[in-house]
């Protein structure tokens, strides 16, 4: 028998189960409050507090939580006593604190109502040191591994994830597990470890490396209590923190509106279950009379609204962006499109390379994930071939989301116009050929694979001799180093001598062209010749 009680020692429920099994009311209760009610049951076979009564005492927050042995003669015995301890607490019972067994008579003598009102009082100094601590959200980061051999990778692009977002990353777990949970991934268990490590770290985010589908996230949060991120809401919350232009943030909304709209259900669940003809007072079942979906389909026109809006306001801005590419296609300016992984250092070199180390034409550049979110064009100069558009895209990240894919699309397709593409790899990173290949797919998914493609191995003041050395061999690319200057000249030499081959190549195309439609209507000519000659239709003298 299970007896919830409340701190003025009323009787809340009474239900015939162990702590887990026991109902608990919604509690809404603040950061430095606990639940408000101490959990009481017997254990007819004895023995202390078993796994449940201390996973409900912690998930719950409760006061405390106590078992009462049976005796064989049906009167009780040893009482066994547990509450929580602070945030921060170090030791074997770090979640929680287990008294030794006391009598009936013993125990009567604690004073729970002090223990608790302590252990408040601390809760609520650690609030007011976070309080006053900067404006960061304290994470835990949790990749699953399925067998990836870049899962650590993985855990570690999402930790600079989290930090270019704005998170202070407190704890990183790569979690292994062959087969998914379906409601939580990673199963009770493993979520219960990740609630301690928040409750102990002072953290308030979860961010999973997988994307969450709506039911999964409630499910998630409704088990640790904190809030739940996955990877598309971080980046997308990226680039809403990024964006500058007026392309950038209609493209970032557009994405954002396309990523929430599916969620709305999660969140009418409850409306859907009343007003089942659709809003009439009239219809529906017993009990089931009402607004219905009103709400929810309202939220969902007015996003469908906007997002047709938006969708507008982007093909105008697509015109216009066409009106100036036929603008240098018709100055016949060649045009070098600086492509690569996130965090690559494409904008440091595109103001190497056009002296735009000053406002206002130089580029933002700085050691984060997509510090550019929309293609900047600078003009150079290269030897030989004289005057050189060069255009910085958006950074690229392996399993971009698709809402951002669609999002963004019009603005890579923008590489496509491009005479040479300028694949920049940072060449100091671990993992740089998943890098590259990842780059490799998005250009092969916007069928631009077979663009010539010079690249470039940046960041080689900071990358390991051996590794530089493979990788040169492996994609034929230039060391170099943006920031220092290193290796820039070669690399312009490649470039202008890639151009060069390009109007060759283009001039020989040009020239077997013109040949082919020569030799065409010079056997057309003939053709009607023989045929005027063989019907008698020929000029008479």
């Known amino acids: 028998m299970t007896l919830l009680i409340d701190r003025r020692g009323r009787v809340l429920s009474v239900s015939v189960a162990d702590a887990k099994g026991a109902e608990l009311p919604p509690v809404r209760r603040g950061e430095d409050r606990l639940a408000g009610f101490h959990l009481l049951h017997t254990h007819p076979k004895g023995g202390p507090l078993s796994k449940n009564d201390l996973s409900t005492l912690f998930l719950n927050r409760l006061d405390a939580v106590a078992a009462i042995e049976v005796r064989g003669d049906g009167l009780p015995g040893n009482v066994h006593l547990a509450h929580l301890t602070p945030p921060g607490t170090v030791g074997e019972e770090e979640d929680w604190r287990i008294y030794p067994p006391a009598s009936p008579s013993d125990i009567e003598d604690f004073d729970l109502g002090a223990q608790v009102r302590a252990l408040e009082e601390e809760i609520a100094r650690a609030s007011r040191v976070r309080a006053a601590a900067p404006d960061k959200e304290r994470a835990l980061l949790v990749q699953i591994d399925q067998g990836e051999f870049d899962a650590e990778e993985r855990l570690q692009e999402l930790s600079e994830l989290a930090r270019t977002a704005g998170a202070e990353v407190v704890y990183k777990e790569l979690v292994a597990r062959k087969h998914l949970k379906a409601g939580t991934l990673v199963g009770a268990g493993k979520l219960e470890e990740l609630t301690s490590r928040a409750y102990h770290l002072d953290a308030q985010t979860l961010v999973f490396g997988q994307e969450l589908g709506a039911a999964q996230a409630r499910e998630i949060e409704a088990a640790t209590g904190l809030k739940i991120i996955d990877r598309t809401q971080l980046i997308l919350d990226i680039f809403a923190l990024h964006a500058q232009g007026v392309e950038s943030r209609l493209q970032v909304e557009l994405a954002q509106l396309r990523y929430m709209k599916p969620r709305l259900l999660g969140a009418g669940a409850r409306l859907s279950r009343i007003g089942a003809s659709g809003g009439s007072a009239a219809g529906g079942a017993i009990g089931t009379r009402g607004p219905g979906e009103t709400k929810l389909e309202l939220d969902r026109r007015r996003i469908n609204d906007r997002i047709s809006f938006l969708e507008a306001q982007l093909r105008d801005v697509s015109i216009r962006r066409e009106e100036r590419r036929k603008t240098r296609s018709r100055n016949d300016v060649p045009v070098v499109s600086i492509v690569g992984y996130t965090n690559a250092g494409k904008s440091t070199l595109l103001n190497s390379f056009t002296h735009a180390a000053e406002e206002p034409r130089r580029v933002l550049a700085e050691n984060k994930l997509f510090a550019t979110l929309r293609p900047t064009s600078r003009q150079g100069y290269l030897e030989g071939i004289g005057p050189v558009v060069f255009t910085d895209t958006v950074g ?45 797919r998005i250009l092969s998914d916007l069928d631009l694979e077979e663009m010539p493609e010079v690249v470039a191995l940046n960041k080689a003041d900071a990358a390991e001799p051996e590794m530089l050395e493979r990788e040169r061999q492996r994609m034929n690319g230039v060391p170099i180093s943006a920031v220092t200057g290193q290796g820039l000249h070669a690399l312009r030499g490649v470039l202008a001598e890639t151009l060069q081959q390009q109007a060759e190549d283009q001039a020989v195309r040009v020239a077997a062209t013109r040949l082919e439609h020569a030799r065409m209507k010079a056997e057309l000519s003939s053709g009607s010749s023989a045929l005027r000659l063989s019907t008698g239709q020929y000029p008479h003298d």
């Open 396 to 440: 690229f990240i392996r399993d971009l989301p698709a809402d951002l894919s669609r999002a963004f699309r019009a603005t890579l397709e923008e590489i496509g116009d491009a005479d040479l593409l300028l694949h920049v790899v940072d060449a100091a990173s671990p993992g740089a050929d998943a890098r590259y290949d990842a780059v490799r």
